[in-house]
């Protein structure tokens, strides 16, 4: 089975989500661009982020308390 391409790293430090305007971060798994402002995600096929709200799932609650935890351990 061939690697799914990956996103461009330079041009996942551009993008915003188009929601909240804020910063988008890539799951641990690399296939979405998380925004913890909008509470969704964006998947990304074949290497191309799809920045399209309709296309965006909706984070779950544990998701969303999975960021927050995350966020508190780097301060």
């Not at 915003?16 to 910063?23: D, E, H, K, N, T």
């Not at 971060?25 to 096929?45: D, F, M, N, T, W």
Request: glycine share 10%.
């Amino acid at each position: 089975m061939p690697d799914t391409p990956k996103p461009d790293p330079y041009l996942l430090t551009t993008l915003v989500c188009p929601v909240s305007g804020g910063i988008l971060s890539l799951s641990r798994k690399g296939h979405e661009l998380v925004s913890p402002g909008a509470r969704i995600a964006y998947p990304i096929r074949d290497g191309i982020p799809i920045m399209v709200p309709g296309e965006a799932r909706a984070l779950t609650e544990a998701e969303i308390a999975g960021l927050a935890n995350k966020k508190q351990r780097k301060k």
